[in-house]
């Protein structure tokens, strides 16, 4: 299984950027995609998750409430992230991540992405 995330970059505050992060592999159902994002010194943390399946919920963390939003692009295993509003706390390396299952009866495994540099200047 690989998770191809994309985006990031340098952006000024109050800007705007999007992520994508594309599932793929030996796949036969997955839970939920989403980003955790790891500032420089600091633990890794909870950004974002969009379940997949049933209603489709989605759950942010709460300093980007309002100003982030995940999506999935129809059936695909791929999601987006648009960060709007950007501040120069939101400034960290974004890892998209997969809960996932490889097989009908196997267990449900996470996967992670390569992680994408988001740097926001004042």
């Known amino acids: 299984v690989q998770l191809q995330a994309s985006g990031g970059g340098l952006v000024q505050a109050g800007g705007s950027l999007r992520h994508s992060c594309a599932a793929s592999?030996?796949?036969?159902?997955?839970?939920?995609m989403g980003w955790y994002r790891q500032a420089p010194g600091k633990e890794r943390e909870f950004v974002a998750v969009?379940?997949?399946?049933?209603?489709?919920?989605?759950n942010y963390a709460d300093s980007v409430k309002g100003r982030f939003t995940i999506s999935r692009a129809n059936a695909d295993n791929t999601v987006y992230l648009q960060m709007n509003s950007l501040n120069v706390d939101d400034t960290a390396v974004y890892y998209c991540?997969?809960?996932?299952?490889?097989?009908?009866?196997?267990?449900?495994?996470?996967?992670w992405g390569q992680g994408t540099l988001v740097t926001v200047s004042s």
């Open positions: 991540n997969a809960a996932l299952r490889s097989s009908w009866f196997g267990p449900i495994a996470t996967s």
């Open positions: 592999g030996k796949i036969v159902r997955i839970s939920n």
């Open positions: 969009r379940v997949f399946g049933g209603s489709g919920s989605t």
